[in-house]
């Protein structure tokens, strides 16, 4: 019994241990995968008053290690507290700790859809942009949402006539 147990400690004291405190290997850690980070930088209202056509533009920043793709989608746009359509999202390929440009196009509907003729005469007009979120990382295909893509003011204030 007694050599038995000697032959178990020394196996056991051959075996690898990992480091005391130590971060688990590189390989067995998951990655963290962070959301893009959206910023409206025009808004456009062009076609017939009877079948207008939104674009927003919006810079898209990834601010993770590596490339991720947005996958097509939804996203709801809001003016003035209100549902104002439905934009589409394209499927995009987004570089490492980059910023690119995405346009989302839709059409005018719901109870704020007049909101978009105040845009269109220059008007500011409070933008809220939602949905949801899927992206690619490999096989992965994490989801966030509902997403806050962006809120903003637009069109935004002139710094140089602001006091």
Same mark, same amino acid.
């Given at each position: 019994m007694t050599r038995l147990l000697l032959l178990c400690c020394a196996l056991t004291a051959c075996a690898p241990q990992p480091?005391? $405190?130590?971060?688990? #290997?590189?390989?067995?850690?998951?990655?963290?995968?962070?959301?893009p980070e959206f910023r409206v930088t025009d808004?456009? &209202?062009? *076609?017939?008053? *009877?079948?207008?056509?939104?674009?927003?533009?919006l810079r898209v920043y990834n =601010?993770?290690?590596?490339?991720v793709q947005l +996958? !097509? $989608?939804? &996203?709801?746009?809001?003016l003035l507290g209100e549902v104002a359509g439905e934009l589409?999202?394209?499927?995009?390929? +987004?570089? =490492?700790a980059a910023a690119s440009t995405v346009?989302?196009?839709?059409? !005018?509907s719901?109870?704020?859809?007049? $909101?978009?003729?105040?845009?269109?005469? $220059?008007n500011p @007009? !409070?933008? /809220?942009?939602? *949905? /949801? +979120?899927?992206? #690619? @990382?490999?096989a992965a295909r994490p989801v966030f949402g509902p997403y806050p893509f962006a809120q903003v003011l637009w069109p935004p204030a002139d710094p140089i006539l602001q006091p």
């Open positions: 480091a005391a $405190g130590g971060p688990p #290997a590189a390989s067995s850690a998951p990655r963290a995968i962070r959301p808004v456009q &209202v062009s *076609g017939t008053p *009877g079948a207008p056509l939104i674009r927003v533009q =601010p993770n290690p590596f490339a +996958l !097509p $989608g939804a &996203v709801q746009a809001a589409t999202l394209p499927a995009t390929d +987004l570089e =490492p346009w989302l196009e839709g059409r !005018p719901g109870p704020g859809a007049a $909101g978009w003729a105040a845009l269109q005469a $220059g @007009v !409070p933008l /809220r942009l939602e *949905g /949801r +979120l899927e992206l #690619a @990382v490999g």
